[in-house]
């Protein structure tokens, strides 16, 4: 097993509250969630194995309704609004999520790619406002919460990113494109500058974009990503 596959596995099965075995093993299981506070609950899909970390008084009550369940039909949107049904205030996914294995890296031309500073912070406001809320949402970036990157066009910032840390060997990637330069390799010029930075820093790196987001899906396997899992959350009113 490579370290990234270690590295991803530890992290979610930490993060969904099951054992590493579980993540590979067929079927569908139910565990109650590590994190008591998160207010929903989240779904994990690996090849044949699917985990429903659900909040631990719902654990029982989930596992009559779905764990005799395929995966592709506990993946499948009606059936969990019917399942929570008045719970549930939206669902966030299906959505992709892959891992770069440091010797299949594939560098794109980064275009001047650089790290953000304070005098940026107009910028990436532009930048926010141009796009829809979810997007922002999203991509996870945060002012003065991790390295941010960016990519400008002619004086304008035509896409940035983050590199998130989620546990000390495991860096996150979030990516947000500004509409008028979607499509012209300004988001690949960022991913591509980020994981050279996390992979120099011994970083193992982490990619998740919603499915549905194929020029996002495809910047990241373009690069080398592999394809890990797929995930689903539902959150709670």
Not at 19 to 34: F, H, K, N, W, Y
Not at 61 to 75: G, H, N, S, T, Y
Request: hydrophobic share 40%; glycine share 8%; with cysteine.
């Amino acid at each position: 097993m490579s370290r990234p596959i270690h590295v991803m596995n530890s992290t979610w099965a930490d993060l969904l509250g099951c054992g590493i075995e579980d993540l590979e093993r067929p079927g569908t299981r139910i565990v109650p969630a590590s994190d008591p506070a998160y207010h929903g609950a989240q779904l994990f899909r690996r090849g044949a194995a699917c985990i429903v970390s659900a909040p631990p008084p719902m654990v029982s009550e989930i596992a009559r309704l779905v764990e005799l369940q395929e995966p592709d039909a506990v993946f499948d949107p009606t059936l969990l609004l019917e399942l929570f049904a008045a719970r549930v205030e939206r669902l966030i996914g299906p959505a992709y999520l892959g891992y770069l294995e440091p010797e299949e890296f594939r560098p794109a031309d980064t275009r001047g790619t650089r790290l953000l500073t304070g005098t940026d912070r107009p910028a990436l406001d532009c930048l926010a406002s141009a796009c829809q809320r979810t997007e922002w949402e999203h991509s996870g970036i945060e002012w003065g919460a991790a390295p941010l990157f960016g990519c400008f066009v002619e004086g304008e910032l035509a896409a940035s990113g983050i590199l998130s840390l989620w546990r000390p060997d495991l860096a996150h990637v979030g990516i947000l494109t500004h509409p008028s330069y979607r499509g012209r390799g300004c988001g690949k010029a960022v991913v591509s500058a980020m994981a050279a930075y996390g992979l120099a820093h011994g970083r193992t790196l982490q990619y998740r974009t919603l499915l549905a987001n194929e020029p996002s899906v495809c910047i990241a396997r373009s690069l080398g990503f592999h394809d890990y899992a797929s995930t689903l959350a539902v959150r709670f009113r």
